[in-house]
Nanobody, 114 residues
Framework: VQLQASGGGLVQTGDSLRLSCAASGRTFRAYTMAWFRQAPGKEREFVAAKTWSGADIYLDSVKDRFTISRDNAKNTVYLQMNSLKPEDTAVYYC?????????WGRGTQVTVSS
């Protein structure tokens, strides 16, 4: 599956953004989809995942602010980000996992100003 993330931008503290990740291919629904982020000078970290069966997993620091969802009919996974903080500033990447297959999309920049 090929992935393309979008929806990033420059926002202020407390604002919201919704990221989208569109996937190609016919087997999207079989993939666990995840969002990662990488801030300048830091390692890439896991943010959230939605398994193929619908279970959600979140990084503790975003659990009450971010929501991951997917629309299998549109081959798209979303990350709704509310109450954004400066520490959420990063390049956000989507990832699809199915067995041994790992696919990364190009990132989208999210910048939260204080």
């Amino acid at each position: 599956v090929q992935l393309q993330a979008s929806g990033g931008g420059l926002v202020q503290t407390g604002d919201s953004l919704r990221l989208s990740c569109a996937a190609s291919g016919r087997t999207f629904r079989a993939y666990t989809m995840a969002w990662f982020r990488q801030a300048p000078g830091k390692e890439r970290e896991f943010v959230a995942a939605k398994t193929w069966s619908g279970a959600d997993i979140y990084l503790d620091s975003v659990k009450d602010r971010f929501t991951i969802s997917r629309d299998n009919a549109k081959n798209t996974v979303y990350l709704q980000m509310n109450s954004l903080k400066p520490e959420d500033t990063a390049v956000y990447y989507c990832k699809g996992v199915r067995g041994l297959i790992n696919s990364w999309g190009r990132g989208t920049q999210v910048t939260v100003s204080s």
